[in-house]
């Protein structure tokens, strides 16, 4: 029977490493999710009736139900959360996992713990469960507007900090005294709890995809210290996947916005109330209407379409699709340019054009559609801003400077869609409305591209 084991392990761990592969691509992501669950599936089934756990029939019943309930609850909520909601979904539920592994901390370190390194894996999975069980909700919190950033205290960052190293040295005098009381325990947790919303509180909601990319690591490497502290590989492979993938993601968010690891930990970056540079007034716009919009397209040969945020909240991407369509029967060569993290989070922009069957090869990266702007006849922003804002190369004083853009600014035509001139994440003006080649087309975007394309049939 542990030999079975052994192999059922073996396949879920292989599955994850699959699904994780495949969840590179929008055409094979399904497949992969569903392999990977599969996976998961067989681990579970495995642990529960072939490993000897050694507790009572009703223990058995307890988990059945637990996992039932589980399911259906989560089933409910996946088929109806909004794709612009993703991302909170994915912070409520990474909190869960930091949670149980918080619980599971718990629960091995009021039994005999028989050496300092169990003791350290048993603290750190407390430590870590908590502060990604509290700054998940708090995330979740402040994407979906139940929470705002708080006016930071003088010195907050050192605060903060000093908190986050007290917790610590909480924890090391407890491994070292082998101190096991029950009051000290829930401390440290409460420590940890506490922590974690005091990282998250002060961060804005334009770099919460950051902080729920490293959260989510945190978890991954919560769940691979449970693995070690039950010598369950499955549970440390997966742990590893998990762990390492979110710190990949959290670098390359990083990179794409303009930040450091470093100031994602201990900086409390992107706060409301730290954006004061390139907030001023520009000039005047120039408004247009779709007619007009429609007419600049239809006889252009290059279009290249920026999606942002916007769309995805006009759930827009099917007459988006319509409009590229249109285009490319008309003899229009059509392109999507893709920011790092349009949308909210990387491959949001990706999955939501690819729910309405645009063709990923029509999806160009911004490092290589960059150079094609200035051969582009007609740019479309639809909801985009700040991954656009000619500010991250033209102003050091504004908060989006040094940032990786896509520049729009460079094509000969460029249409903005927007409901108003409302500021985007960053909280700042966008230099390209002022532009002398842009022109506003304003209004909900799905209702914005419905008049788009009826008269772009008309012609």
């Known amino acids: 029977m542990s030999v079975l084991l052994s192999v059922i392990y073996l396949i879920a761990t292989v599955t994850f490493i699959v699904g994780l592969k495949r969840l590179g691509h929008p055409d094979t992501a399904k ?12 681990a579970i089934a495995g642990t529960i009736f072939i490993h000897d756990l050694e507790v009572a029939p009703i223990i058995y019943i307890l988990i059945g139900s637990a996992i039932v309930v589980g399911a259906i609850i989560g089933y409910l909520i996946a088929i109806k959360v909004e794709m612009t909601k993703m991302p909170e979904l994915v912070s409520l539920f990474n909190g869960f996992g930091g949670a149980s592994a918080a619980l ?30 509290s700054g998940s909700l708090v995330a979740w919190g402040k994407l979906n507007g139940t929470f705002k950033s708080v ?25 070292a005294t082998g101190n096991h009381n029950t ?46 502290l039950y010598n369950n590989m499955v549970m440390l492979v997966g742990g590893i996947l998990v762990g390492s993938a979110g710190i990949i993601l959290t670098v390359a968010m990083c990179k794409a916005m303009n930040r450091t690891l470093a100031s994602v930990i201990f900086g409390a970056f992107g706060s409301t109330d730290a954006v004061e540079g390139g907030s001023k007034e520009q000039g005047s716009i120039k408004k247009t209407t779709a007619s007009d919009a429609a007419i600049m397209m239809n006889y252009a040969d290059n279009v290249i379409i ?3 945020y916007g769309l995805a909240v006009a759930q827009a991407q099917h007459v988006i699709h319509e409009l ?14 893709v920011h790092p993290v349009a949308g909210r989070m990387p491959g949001h922009m990706n999955v939501l054009l690819a729910e309405s069957n645009v063709d990923y090869a029509l999806l160009v990266d911004m490092d290589d559609i960059n150079p094609q702007f200035i051969n582009a006849d007609v740019v479309l922003v639809v909801g985009a801003n ?15 400077y040094g ?47 419905t008049e788009l394309v009826s008269e772009l049939k008309g012609m």
């Open 324 to 337: 590229e369509e249109l285009l490319t029967k008309k003899g229009v060569n059509v392109k999507y340019a």
């Open 104 to 133: 599971i901390g718990l629960v091995e370190f009021s039994k005999q713990v028989d050496d300092s390194l169990q003791a350290i894996t048993i603290v750190s999975g407390i430590i870590i469960g908590a502060i990604t069980f």
């Open 31 to 42: 497949s992969g999710n569903m392999i990977a669950a599969i996976g998961m599936g067989l």
């Open 386 to 400: 700040d991954v656009v804002n000619p500010a991250a190369h033209n102003d050091p004083s504004s908060p989006i």
């Open 151 to 175: 006016v930071k205290l003088p010195q907050y960052n050192l605060i903060n900090n000093l908190f986050f190293l007290g917790v610590i040295a909480f924890a090391v005098f407890m491994i």
């Open 183 to 228: 009051l000290f325990t829930y401390g440290l947790l409460l420590g940890g709890l506490l922590y974690g919303i005091l990282f998250v509180l002060p961060i804005g909601g334009a770099d919460m995809p950051v902080v729920i990319s490293l959260l989510n690591s945190l978890t991954g490497i919560a769940a691979a210290i449970t693995g070690i």
């Open 403 to 449: 940032m990786p853009i896509l520049d729009v600014e460079n094509a000969k035509h460029i249409v903005v869609n927007k409901r108003s001139m409302n500021a985007g994440y960053a909280g700042i003006q966008n230099e390209l409305f002022f532009n002398s080649k842009t022109s506003m087309l304003f209004g909900d975007a799905k209702a914005a591209l």
């Open 306 to 308: 920026v999606p942002g």
